[in-house]
């Protein structure tokens, strides 16, 4: 014992203290890693949810005595992991998650006894959005979506009637983009679901104050917009399809593409009346045809009897007429081809393109093994060149340019290791901090 008291002496204070610590520390570890392993093994039931859906989770979790964790944000439920099936069938027998919004359940616990005909039409219209923005939530992109629908009512006495209209709040997913077309998407589906409602009066904006819909008459910023994505779009389109074909010959990652172009996006509508006169054709024809014959009375007696007609005068007597008229008219009609042409000539014309090709040249190693850079041949850039051209669909009056240009890549380092700042002795340091 004396020995034992010797030794530690020897050790002084400091080193006492410093194997204190650290038994003191090995002790915690091995109660926290026991205390983990004890736990059970937590899965996630739901992620992305609303303050009122973890609310609402966590009050039925309690109620069926079911362990559970929320995130700090509360949008992340977790549960033991041979509970996961069980609590989401009871969550779904009580419609959870909802994404705070009620359906066509709203009119499942209440009585139409004593309700007035103002609240049944709220309510309609509440389930309406309600169903309208679960439908939208289950986008990929959309995390979750609010509908507001305005129906107007018909005043009596009143022969102009306000169109239906509607608004649409997306929150987006962290680092997703709506596209144009599921900007359409989700105007068609909500004009198909409300009465009276047109595509274009439904207006969208997403989490980040962005305007991807606005209802009414489109005004010229937004036309403006819808330009420059088309013009974008077609630039990134042409830009893949060339590093895709050239990189075949180059190798992968050897090669990039820039494209601008130049788009007129006016919109013509022309009118013709176009008359052709050799086209003519026989429409109607009328032949009138008259002849008349004039003759004087003989020198006698003025009397009835010499001016009847055939009657009277001498038979041997000269009867030639004195006059005699003959008339034959012949009208045609003629029908002329005419062609009545209504022209209507969207934007999109490729005014002028720019394209800058930069491809790598070749890697050879020497006797010692070292990379040495060799250019590519003039030839083989002419090659490219045409095959460019010839992607772009190249027009020299249109005044296009191609430049392939050949140089060195720069090296990047991609083989650094990642330390994850979240791990300290593969746990993570936030439940390290709660054990101690």
Aim: no cysteine.
């Amino acid at each position: 014992m004396n020995s034992f008291l010797d030794t530690l002496k020897q050790l002084g204070p400091s080193r006492l203290g410093i194997m204190g610590g650290i038994l003191v520390g090995l002790i915690l570890f091995f109660i926290f890693v026991s205390m983990r392993m004890s736990s059970p093994e937590m899965k996630l039931l739901y992620s992305d949810l609303s303050s009122t859906d973890s609310a609402s989770i966590a009050a039925k979790l309690e109620e069926s005595e079911i362990p559970y964790e929320i995130s700090a944000d509360g949008s992340r439920v977790t549960v033991p992991g041979n509970e996961v099936g069980r609590s989401r069938m009871l969550l779904a027998a009580e419609g959870l998650p909802n994404g705070g919004s009620l359906g066509y359940e709203i009119f499942d616990k209440q009585s139409g006894f004593g309700t007035t005909n103002f609240v049944q039409n709220i309510n309609q219209v509440r389930a309406l959005e309600g169903e309208l923005a679960r439908t939208i939530s289950s986008l990929e992109a959309v995390r979750s979506a609010r509908v507001h629908i305005v129906l107007p009512q018909r005043e009596l006495f009143s022969r102009d009637t306000r169109p239906s209209t509607a608004s649409v709040f997306l929150g987006v997913r962290p680092g997703a983009i709506v596209e144009r077309a599921n900007v359409l998407a989700i105007q068609s589906i909500v004009a198909s679901a409300v009465p009276d409602l047109k595509a274009s009066n439904v207006s969208i904006i997403d989490s980040n104050g962005n305007l991807l819909a606005k209802g009414g008459s489109e005004d010229i910023n937004l036309l403006t917009l819808k330009a420059e994505e088309m013009r974008r779009n077609y630039e990134e389109r042409l830009t893949e399809k060339l590093e895709d074909q050239i990189s075949r010959i180059v190798g992968f990652g050897k090669v990039r593409a820039s494209v601008t172009a130049e788009i007129n996006f006016d919109r013509t509508s022309t009118n013709e009346e176009l008359f052709d006169p050799e086209g003519q054709v026989v429409r109607s024809t009328q032949v009138t045809e008259e002849s008349n014959t004039e003759r004087e009375s003989l020198p006698e007696d003025v009397s009835v009897s010499n001016n009847l007609p055939g009657v009277g005068g001498d038979l041997l007597a000269d009867q030639a007429p004195s006059a005699e008229g003959n008339r034959l008219e012949e009208v045609t009609n003629f029908e002329i081809s005419k062609t009545i042409r209504n022209t209507v000539r969207e934007g999109g014309d490729i005014e002028k393109l720019s394209v800058s090709v930069l491809v790598d040249g070749r890697y050879t190693k020497d006797a010692e093994g070292n990379e040495k850079y060799e250019p590519r041949s003039q030839e083989e850039i002419d090659q490219i060149s045409a095959l460019v051209k010839s992607t772009v669909g190249f027009d020299e009056k249109r005044g296009d340019k191609i430049e392939v240009v050949n140089m060195q890549f720069a090296e990047v380092d991609v083989n650094e290791e990642v330390v994850d700042d979240r791990m300290l002795f593969g746990f993570e340091k936030s439940d390290l901090l709660d054990a101690a």
